[in-house]
């Protein structure tokens, strides 16, 4: 089955988060994937909570299905899947960029810490603190500065005084980079990285709102469906 | 590339404990947040999502649902969870 795991527990992996209750799954959307999906839900005993139901249409328009398991070894553990996300290329893209883990001698299908990132860049506030723990683990644990890896932490980093510590280790690269934080911070002006960074979060945010509207106008016309038994 | 020589560390950034989970090779802090859910679910940890209206998945009336069977509000032990 082709899936990458992503959400909470791939946080933990990567360093922005200690712990998550839930499992997020990004799915590719065929067919036989589908199908074993739905197998492997079944050996979990997952049902299905609210809307909306589990189907590529839904999946392919950006929802995400929920689900709760049932059986013994993952009894209360809740399942999200999802296909389709705000910001990020599609499935086989992912797929190229994965990070594979061993846990318990199993194989686990990650989504890259870059794609990690932009998907996280959402309207919901606890996200923003995750993303900043995930650059700021990259940029202690790396061994080695190379540009590509200097460039990921100019783009994405989202502590202040990082970023200027950055900009000033590798100014050569940060001239390059195309992000107002960056230059703000090749100037020195800890006060303008910051604003600049909060405007980018805002901005995120109202992106991400404006992409869920459709979507939740979609959740409300079915969730009202099942209230009046026409679901 | 030219370095210069004043660098952050990371305890004085985020403190001790978070400065420790970044150190830990990724391998190491997945057997960590293992433990920490089992712990959890030994303590009669939730496994039901935080109510977060911010989220676009948040459906108050599916909130209100589950959180009327009474279960433990049993919280976190270590901060960050997602």
Redesign the interface.
């Given at each position: 089955m082709r899936c990458l795991l992503m959400?909470?527990q791939a946080?933990?992996?990567?360093?922005?988060?200690?712990?998550?209750?839930?499992l997020d799954l990004m799915l590719l959307l065929e067919e036989s994937n589908l199908e074993r999906m739905g197998q492997a839900l079944g050996e979990l005993q997952a049902s299905r909570?609210?809307v909306p139901e589990f189907g590529a249409d839904v999946l392919a328009r950006g929802h995400?299905v929920?689900f709760r398991c049932e059986a013994e070894a993952a009894r209360?553990?809740?399942i999200?899947v999802m296909a389709a996300l705000r910001g990020v290329g599609p499935f086989s893209e992912l797929w190229a960029r994965r990070t594979v883990?061993e846990?318990e001698g199993e194989p686990i299908d990650l989504l890259s810490l870059e794609d990690l990132i932009r998907a996280k860049k959402?309207?919901?506030?606890?996200?923003w603190?995750?993303i900043r723990?995930l650059v700021?683990?990259s940029y202690?644990?790396a061994e080695r500065?190379d540009?590509d890896r200097?460039s990921f932490w100019l783009r994405e980093l989202r502590?202040p005084?990082?970023l200027m510590?950055v900009a000033?280790?590798?100014?050569?690269?940060a001239g390059g980079v195309s992000r107002r934080a960056v230059e703000s911070a090749l100037r020195g002006d800890l006060e303008a990285v910051e604003a600049d960074l909060e405007q980018e979060r805002q901005q995120e945010r109202a992106a991400d709102r404006n992409y869920?509207a459709p979507?939740?106008k979609e959740?409300e016309q079915m969730?009202r469906g099942i209230g009046s038994g026409g679901g | 590339m030219r370095e210069m020589e004043r660098r952050i560390l990371a305890a004085d950034l985020v403190g001790e404990e978070w400065a420790e989970w970044y150190a830990m090779t990724p391998q190491q802090r997945w057997e960590e947040s293992a433990k920490l859910w089992q712990t959890y679910l030994a303590l009669g940890g939730s496994l039901e999502p935080e109510p977060d209206p911010d989220s676009p998945f948040f459906d108050e009336a599916e909130w209100r649902a589950l959180s009327a069977d009474g279960r433990a509000g049993v919280r976190v032990l270590r901060r960050g969870g997602v």
């Amino acid at each position: 089955m082709r899936c990458l795991l992503m959400g909470g527990q791939a946080c933990v992996f990567y360093g922005g988060a200690e712990f998550s209750r839930d499992l997020d799954l990004m799915l590719l959307l065929e067919e036989s994937n589908l199908e074993r999906m739905g197998q492997a839900l079944g050996e979990l005993q997952a049902s299905r909570i609210a809307v909306p139901e589990f189907g590529a249409d839904v999946l392919a328009r950006g929802h995400a299905v929920h689900f709760r398991c049932e059986a013994e070894a993952a009894r209360g553990l809740r399942i999200d899947v999802m296909a389709a996300l705000r910001g990020v290329g599609p499935f086989s893209e992912l797929w190229a960029r994965r990070t594979v883990i061993e846990a318990e001698g199993e194989p686990i299908d990650l989504l890259s810490l870059e794609d990690l990132i932009r998907a996280k860049k959402t309207q919901r506030e606890k996200d923003w603190p995750v993303i900043r723990r995930l650059v700021e683990t990259s940029y202690y644990s790396a061994e080695r500065s190379d540009v590509d890896r200097v460039s990921f932490w100019l783009r994405e980093l989202r502590t202040p005084e990082l970023l200027m510590e950055v900009a000033r280790r590798f100014p050569d690269v940060a001239g390059g980079v195309s992000r107002r934080a960056v230059e703000s911070a090749l100037r020195g002006d800890l006060e303008a990285v910051e604003a600049d960074l909060e405007q980018e979060r805002q901005q995120e945010r109202a992106a991400d709102r404006n992409y869920w509207a459709p979507l939740l106008k979609e959740l409300e016309q079915m969730r009202r469906g099942i209230g009046s038994g026409g679901g | 590339m030219r370095e210069m020589e004043r660098r952050i560390l990371a305890a004085d950034l985020v403190g001790e404990e978070w400065a420790e989970w970044y150190a830990m090779t990724p391998q190491q802090r997945w057997e960590e947040s293992a433990k920490l859910w089992q712990t959890y679910l030994a303590l009669g940890g939730s496994l039901e999502p935080e109510p977060d209206p911010d989220s676009p998945f948040f459906d108050e009336a599916e909130w209100r649902a589950l959180s009327a069977d009474g279960r433990a509000g049993v919280r976190v032990l270590r901060r960050g969870g997602v």
